[in-house]
């Protein structure tokens, strides 16, 4: 019966009510019926772009940066996913595309940003990219809440303690509580990262890994046995006006 009706709705009207809901009520019309679900479930429709376009500003949806999430819900994704303005150091601001951040140059100091939604379930993606110089330190990886976004000194913050997780792009190390734990990726003189190139961290809740791509070529496990937590996609800078770009992919696609 109610698919009956939806079938009366015209696309168009549906697409005009559709415009003025939030992303909650989106979600809950999909699951009304079969008609509404497969209206939604086109990602580049019209409803999509609306929202897409009323989130995020004209020029970052067209960039190279968002070249990983070719439609416009996987856009707003991972909007929603981007840097936290409220959950970084003092010393990071959040540019207005939302998908950077931007180390201003204070000396004498680490500063970290986190990511606006954590994981504690499933299997997630997301790619980083490191717009400036690295500086002596610079880490990518995971932390909880608990975790510091800042501190005296360069240090590799990220990875100083039993909170956070990270891979220290500058030596290839990999880092937690405040102890290297060996050297990444396992290669004989693997080669170390060069500005601007894309890594592809994926993040196993139901598997407690953490793993990083560059490439499109698989570096390994890099840390396992991860804690029962939220965990955040998490970076720490040392260089002054240096910036890290963030986008969220969603779920890995296996091989």
Known sequence: MVDRVAALC?????EVVFSYLDLNDLGRCSQVCKSWFHFLNDENSDVWRFHCLNKLPKEVTKSELLSPVPTYKTKLR??????????????????PNGFTLHRNPVAQSTDAARAKIGFRHGRHAWEVIWEGPLGTVAVIGISTKEAALQCHGYVALLGSDDQSWGWNLVENHLLHNGDMQGGYPLLNNAPKYQVGERIRVILDCDDNTLSFEKNYEFLGV???????????PT????????????VYCGTPLDG
């Not at 991972?78 to 540019?95: E, G, L, M, T």
């Not at 890099?222 to 955040?232: C, Q, S, V």
């Open 222 to 232: 890099a840390f396992r046995g991860l804690p029962d937590k939220k965990l955040f």
């Open 10 to 14: 015209n696309y168009n009207v549906l």
């Open 78 to 95: 991972a909007f929603f996913h981007s840097w936290n303005p409220s959950d970084c150091s003092r010393n990071v601001y959040i540019k």
């Open 235 to 246: 970076v720490s800078a040392v260089y002054g006006n240096t910036e890290v770009s963030m």
